[in-house]
């Protein structure tokens, strides 16, 4: 394939040309899409029409796919799609929006948050694929934000204090904070709490970057409203617009993105509308701090 990538703003996000991504790719394929996750840590690729097997397959390509289990509240026999793909519509399973108070819509709310998907995990997610099958006309955009450009822009003081700063971060502090506070004892256990380090190292650049989250609840060693207030703090920086990219969707739009170096959201929308959006999330090779058993 003759691969090629336009940046999109001054500080990162690409679109891709020259990928089907339904076709196999070559190895210097995989490996040029790798380098253009390392540089531009967002890769949008447009009129990539695929099933859910072959975005799996075109997923696999980055590594191991992340099971679903365990960040969301949907049960099992809920699920409209398997459960190697993440449902980002709003949907039931009957392809139906979901009703306005609606438990699992009221859940997924929480991805208006800046966010960075799995941190929540102890072994976060690397790349996210997100494939726009039924696209809204309204809002509903998908907005990121370079964690590496937001490290790169805090003075010296604030990056050394920083340095090895662990975060607690769980599902129940992301929805906490829009008052979705009701979990069984069972969600409970299925979230509690996992450690992050604060700032991460790409492992191929060598390139810091902040790793923020709605999914934060705390520091560890810190009073918690202090912990909060900082974290807010440093994501009001971390997402000044001069460090965003807004995607519009078009339909059959697929976008790749780099968890462990860059924010997203979506944007509302309306949600009587069908939106079908759904992802693949490639697992990330370790924990970046250790857990406490
Ligand atoms: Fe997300």
Redesign the pocket.
Known sequence: MSIAIRQLTPVFAGEVSGVDVTQKLTRDDVAEIEAGMDRYAVLVFHDQQLTDPQQQTFSRNFGELEHTAGGNITKAQDRRLDPYMAD?SNLDKDHKPLARNDRKRMFNLG?RLW???SSFRAVPAKY?LLSGRIVVDQGGNTEFADMRAAYDGLDDATKAEIEDLICEHSLIYSRGTLGFTEFTAEERTMMRPVRQRLVRTHPVTGRKSLYLSSHIGTIVGWPVPEARAFIRDLTEHATQSQFTYSHKWRQWDLVMWDNRQLL???TRFDDTQVRDMR?TTIAGDGLTVAQVA
């Open positions: 980002v991805n966010h960075s998907d996210s997203h959201r979506v992802r």
